[in-house]
Nanobody
């Protein structure tokens, strides 16, 4: 069954903003860590941001100061607020949960973010 559902991707001009959402089943939302990966064509997959069950956050250097990850415990949802978007942010963004050594156990289906000039 579908356990992570992303939404909010789309086309935006450089400098604009988007907010991604990831709705999780209750058991998965209680994971130790949830976060967002992204993958652009021809590039390696990149861990963009993470948030722990307790609300601690971490960001890739490439998005620090521009992206904010948050969680709404009442809605079993995490968010990725993306501001000052750049062409290089164009990618498929994946919601992930349940961090283990070297992997995440749960992945969403991905949502496309395209930044145009």
């Amino acid at each position: 069954q579908v356990q992570l559902v992303e939404s909010g991707g789309g086309l935006v001009q450089a400098g604009g903003s988007l907010r991604l959402s990831c709705a999780a089943s209750a058991s998965i939302f209680n994971s130790n860590v949830m976060g967002w990966f992204r993958q652009a064509p021809g590039k390696q997959r990149e861990l963009v941001a993470t948030i722990t069950r307790g609300g601690m956050t971490n960001y890739a250097d490439s998005v620090k100061g521009r992206f904010t990850i948050s969680r709404d415990n009442a809605k079993n949802t995490i968010y990725l607020q993306m501001n000052s978007l750049e062409l290089e942010d164009t990618a498929v963004y994946y919601c992930v949960a349940d961090a283990r050594i070297g992997r995440y156990n749960y992945w969403g289906q991905g949502t496309q973010v395209t930044v145009s000039s």
